[in-house]
């Protein structure tokens, strides 16, 4: 089942432009596949001097992980706030998003879980190559009443 820009903006509690998703595309378990074409949006709210950076495809995974979390653990309760408190092993093939072909394929792969943090790999680039690869830490907070 795939899920469009609407489902998926449901999903975030990032609003408008900020949502970085176009749509997931495939979910299992473990592992969370979505598209994007928003790097290359003149209105895209991280861009600086009319440019996107690579580094900004840390924020395309961070989403990612959310929405994968929040697929996992279907809750009727409002969620909790997420912190992204470490990204580590972050290689980046590129200098740029914005230049790259649409869409930007997006694939987290969750590595751990607990009740307060998670831990994902993921990799952001275009379907022939990954521009932007990592692990990214994030602390759940808050109350999940």
Request: charged share 25%; with cysteine.
């Amino acid at each position: 089942m795939i899920l469009g820009r609407a489902e998926v903006a449901r999903l975030l509690p990032h609003a408008g432009a900020m949502c970085m998703l176009d749509s997931v595309v495939e979910w299992d378990d473990e592992r969370i596949v979505c598209h994007s074409d928003r790097h290359r949006a003149p209105d895209n709210p991280l861009r600086a001097d009319a440019r996107l950076a690579a580094i900004h495809a840390i924020e395309f995974a961070a989403q990612a992980m959310a929405i994968h979390h929040r697929l996992m653990n279907r809750v009727s309760r409002v969620p909790r706030h997420g912190l992204l408190v470490s990204v580590r092993q972050c290689t980046l093939a590129a200098q740029r998003l914005d230049d790259a072909p649409s869409p930007l394929v997006i694939e987290a792969t969750r590595v751990a879980v607990t009740d307060d943090a998670f831990t994902y790999r993921f990799t952001v680039g275009t379907p022939e190559s990954p521009l932007v690869t990592g692990r990214a830490s994030v602390l759940l907070v808050g109350s999940d009443a």
